[in-house]
């Protein structure tokens, strides 16, 4: 379908979601809210698309929320809004397709939990990421004050949550919050050769992975690895594991098919 507020395009198994507002550092709108629940669910039912890349127009990846909408808005109005966000980066968490941030220019607020919601993070050299809301009166309300401990640690991610400072994309690495920083004409061509690596594998087992890995972070250990277990488990009645079984003892390449 078309849409106003962000881009979805489809090239060699990758599905490009690019966040488009870059009049406004693309903060997040009502609409995108919408379109971007919309796009993610047309995606994850594409059987085409093996990867997903989130990006963004212009100087930065996403500055967080459309502080004038929401400044016209009511209490309840802006707890709607808020649930959309949340529901939004829930479902980004539950695609069945790894989901890579390619993180340009600033990452801020809304735009930083939505990075966090992602399965892999890359940082052009240029990024800023962070929490900036105590500035202005608020907290992260989508779940960056939960995702980001979960990812750097309690110590880390309360210094950049209170402090509201952001930090550039050096010390993002440094502590665990991106997996690469790249110059910023190398940025889009290096997401896509993560993806490239990734669509190389059975697609049933990837998803599953993702799944495994998405599910068991919220659950005890022993939970977490029993969950895993079974989704292994299943991995053995595809097509792919024989194939994959059989080209290695073969000394090929296999010809996965998502069977």
Known sequence: M?????????????????????????AISEQMIREMKKATEELDQDLAVGVVII??????????????ELSRMSPLDILRWNQGVVENLEALEKMRQPV??????????GGLELALA?????????????????????????????????????????????????????????VGLVNRVVPDDQLMATAEAIARKILENAPIAVALAKD??????????????????????TCFATEDMKEGTVAFLQKRKPQFKGR
């Open 2 to 26: 078309c849409y106003e507020t962000i881009l979805v395009e489809r090239k060699e198994g990758i599905g490009y979601l690019t966040l488009n507002r870059p009049k406004v550092f693309n």
């Open 118 to 174: 992602c399965t892999i993070r890359v940082a052009a050299e240029s990024a800023r990421l962070g929490f900036p809301e105590v500035k202005i009166g608020i907290l992260p309300g989508a779940g960056g004050t939960q995702r980001l401990p979960r990812l750097i640690g309690k110590g880390l991610a309360a210094e950049i949550i209170l402090t509201g400072e952001p930090i550039d994309a050096r010390e993002a690495f440094c």
């Open 212 to 233: 495994a890995i998405e599910v068991g972070k919220n659950l005890p250990l022993e939970g977490a690895i029993q969950y895993a277990q079974k989704n292994c488990i």
């Open 100 to 109: 890579i941030a390619a993180i340009n220019g600033y990452a801020l607020g």
């Open 55 to 68: 990006t963004g127009a212009g100087k930065a990846f996403q500055s967080g929320a459309d502080i004038q």
